[in-house]
């Protein structure tokens, strides 16, 4: 178990760093806020992608030879990308394609993660507890202090960021391939039959067993979109630090929230009051934001910190909640559908947001969006708590 941990959390560390030198870089190229909401909405949407297509795949074993298949071809990627910097010809149109690949491999890198996760924990819903801690999203606690010191020795950040991801995923390949795979299992990926397991995978969020906490979901990726925007925002404002090492440390707390909120899930009941605790957070934060607007930049900078903990956690606890009914035999496709619903509102959420934040208004609608979003939340957990204890107390 703690070998898979570790093999996992390495495997997200080299596309983080990647990631969180990817965007200052990009920025500082093209001088655009909806060109980098546009990044991050291909990050998340072609992410989605890869997870669709191996979610019935990941459901048939042998996955540490699948993950190490993924893990070469984004070795090969980090490579011509490499060569193509060296170059100078990885103009705004390269990078755009290029990250519209590599993370298509990741989406598909962590389905087959949770899967390993899973099967070795026992548990769908704590396999989904581990991955989000090993996860991009998790692995940020350390690839911020590894990004944030990076522009200390070196100018040429993306090239530290693209060499970093091919030793990562060298190391990976070999931990995975050492690793005996236990069990057996189809590795064949049957191209043709890739449209129908999608569309599978996409049907299997929407399972009877999984209401009402799927819809939930739904209504909190929504009400948190945008914090990749938000966070490049916050770095180009302020002036304390470059902007590639404030947007790193912004991520720093994004990362360390998901391995400080993890606790919390283990008692149920506990679990669902410190949900409406952090509903509650939302909703304070989205009025302090809304009443401080452009004028106050150390409040969103707060702001922005307070958010990644209330992010985490309704991650954590929604995914929980979600996979706790699932079918065993489905769980990849599952926990495949749930990466496009996540993968699908943030995606398109970085765009909006993007656009948003170039509006003069656009910090306080955001603050507002927080706001309605957070009373929601609170409302439905109100909600299914009343009607729980109904069905407890026996009639008469």
């Known amino acids: 178990m703690r070998a898979i941990f570790s093999t996992i959390l390495l495997s997200s560390l080299g596309s983080t760093v990647l990631w969180l030198l990817l965007v200052p870089s990009f920025s500082a190229q ?14 998340q949407v072609l992410g989605v992608v890869g997870a669709l297509l191996v979610g019935v795949w990941a459901d048939r074993g042998r996955i540490g030879r699948k993950f190490a298949l993924l893990q070469g071809a984004q070795l090969i ?6 060569a193509m910097t060296w170059l100078g010809s990885a103009g705004p149109d390269f990078v755009l394609v290029w990250t ?8 598909a890198s962590s389905v087959l993660a949770y899967r390993l996760l899973a099967d070795a924990s026992g548990s769908s819903a704590q396999g989904a507890v581990l991955q989000m801690v090993t996860s991009p999203q998790g692995a940020m606690v350390f690839a911020a202090v590894i990004c944030a010191a990076v522009p200390a020795w070196t100018a040429h950040t993306l090239l530290a960021a693209l060499l970093f991801d091919i030793v990562t995923a060298v190391l990976v390949i070999g931990l995975l391939l050492a690793r005996p795979e236990e069990g057996e299992g189809e590795f064949g990926f049957e191209w043709r039959k890739v449209v129908s397991r999608g569309a599978e995978a996409v049907r299997s969020y929407w399972l009877p067993e999984l209401w009402p906490w799927n819809l939930i979901q739904i209504g909190f990726l929504v009400s948190l979109s945008g914090m990749m925007v938000y966070a490049s925002v916050i770095a180009e404002a302020q002036d304390l630090v470059p902007t590639g090492m404030a947007f790193s440390g912004a991520w720093f707390f994004y990362g360390l929230a998901f391995w400080l909120t993890a606790p919390l899930l283990r008692d149920r009941e506990r679990a ?3 949900a409406l605790v952090f509903a509650g957070v939302l909703a304070v934060s989205g009025v302090a934001g809304a009443l401080a607007g452009h004028g106050s930049l150390p409040v969103h900078m707060v702001l922005y910190v307070v958010l990644t903990f209330v992010n985490a956690y309704w991650i954590h606890f929604t995914n929980a909640r979600v996979l706790e009914p699932a079918p065993a035999a489905r769980i990849g496709q599952i926990r495949a559908s749930m990466i496009f619903y996540l993968g699908l509102v ?13 509006l003069q208004s656009g910090l306080m609608l955001l603050g507002l969006a927080h706001v309605l979003g957070g009373i929601a939340l609170a409302g439905s957990l109100l909600v299914i708590r009343t009607r729980t204890r109904r069905t407890l107390v026996p009639v008469g």
Not at 100 to 107: C, H, N, P, S, W
């Open 30 to 43: 093209t001088h655009s806020d909806g060109l980098v909401g546009l990044l991050g909405m291909e990050r």
């Open 77 to 82: 990627l980090a490579v011509v990308f490499l």
């Open 100 to 107: 519209a690949l590599r993370f298509t491999f990741v989406g």
């Open 272 to 274: 669902a009051r410190w």
């Open 346 to 358: 943030f995606g398109v959420g970085e765009q909006l947001v993007g656009l948003l934040l170039e």
